[in-house]
């Protein structure tokens, strides 16, 4: 009679994606990965992941609170953001302040958007207990150089800034734009004509000397601050820094750890290019598996001409388009992530 002790363990994988942009949330791929998986025998521990920018709330567990704030056009907005037993609070810019919630760049007011809604988001944390405020810079409407930000979080901390109430605000940022070039580099995307860029870079140049001269903070001198219109430097002004997203992310849900104890990593996101390998999630899990010699399954939408070969080798990369087509590779994600997962690891146990 064979006991629990005569049955092989099995093998561990960890599945650590981005989201699939359009297609898939982080957990929803983890979860069709996990069926894959199982199917192949294999234990889980499911981790999606986020850079910093939009899916940075499911990286640390989801939503678990609404709040009622200031949107990027004015009008009220409901925000879902998360505040951990821990006390780390997760807020999205995106949920507050962003662009989708201003219909897209044809519906912004790319000179009138504003930060606000962040700003009151970030008071409201505070006021809730968070002792650590995170906070993804990505998908925003605004260049405001975080001004409806500072204004708001400040008015909601009784004129006090996060740090003077002894919580440590954290921006996530995978930018290196300076604060003055904010509308220059993203303002298009926003919206913005060429003359109003023109006026949204003058205003963030006199925004830069107001905060230095009135909260002594130099935004100039901060790669990134221009981050999210400028609310990267907004972030500075209310005595917070800027992280790396990814790491930011990494360190929080203990990714480290995690690989140590797997078997096999898989990860993945919607399109694998140039930039999967700067400062990117599969970039970013690939790096941390690699020295350890664990095999590594990389699954993406498409793999586009520019993917760096190089980081490519020794991995086993799935492009679901072209291994399932691409129809199928769009319309049925999830069934198309479970067979390449389960085929993968089949050839691993």
């Not at 953001?81 to 807020?91: M, N, Y």
């Not at 221009?226 to 930011?248: F, I, N, T």
Request: hydrophobic share 45%; charged share 20%.
């Amino acid at each position: 009679m064979s006991t629990a002790a005569d049955t092989p363990a099995r093998p561990l994988v960890l599945i650590a994606p981005d989201k699939f942009r359009g297609s898939l949330t982080a957990p929803e791929v983890v979860e069709a990965a996990r069926a894959g998986a199982e199917g192949a025998g294999w234990d889980v521990i499911g981790m999606p992941m986020a850079d910093g920018g939009e899916g940075m709330l499911d990286a640390f567990g989801g939503a678990n609170r609404t709040s009622t704030v200031t949107g990027p056009l004015g009008t009220p907005v409901e925000a879902q953001w998360r505040l951990g037993d821990d006390g780390v609070a997760v807020i999205e810019s995106a949920s507050a302040s962003g662009l989708v919630l201003a219909g897209g760049k044809e519906g912004n007011d790319p000179v009138g958007a504003t930060s606000a809604g962040t700003g009151e988001l970030i008071a409201q944390a505070v006021r809730d207990g968070a002792t650590r405020v995170v906070v993804g810079l990505g998908g925003s409407a605004m260049s405001d150089g975080g001004l409806g930000a500072v204004e708001a979080a400040r008015a909601g901390l009784d004129g006090r800034t996060p740090a003077e109430r002894g919580v440590e605000l954290l921006a996530a940022c995978d930018v290196q734009t300076a604060f003055v070039e904010a509308a220059q580099v993203f303002g298009p995307q926003k919206g913005a004509s060429g003359d109003q860029v023109v006026e949204l870079t003058g205003r963030l140049f006199e925004l830069q000397g107001i905060y230095l001269e009135e909260f002594g903070v130099d935004v100039s001198a901060t790669a990134g601050a221009g981050a999210a219109g400028g609310l990267g430097g907004g972030v500075l002004v209310l005595g917070g820094s800027l992280v790396p997203g990814l790491r930011l992310v990494a360190e929080q849900v203990g990714l480290a750890e995690a690989i140590s104890r797997a078997d096999a990593v898989v990860t993945g996101e919607g399109a694998l290019d140039a930039e999967s390998f700067n400062g990117k999630v599969v970039g970013g899990v690939v790096d941390e598996a690699e020295p350890d010699g664990i095999p590594v399954v990389v699954v993406a939408g498409v793999v586009r001409e520019d993917a760096p070969a190089a980081r490519l080798t020794g991995l086993r990369v799935v492009d679901l388009s072209a291994t399932y087509g691409a129809s199928a590779s769009w319309n049925d994600t999830a069934t198309c992530i479970e067979r390449a997962v389960a085929e993968q690891l089949s050839t691993l146990s």
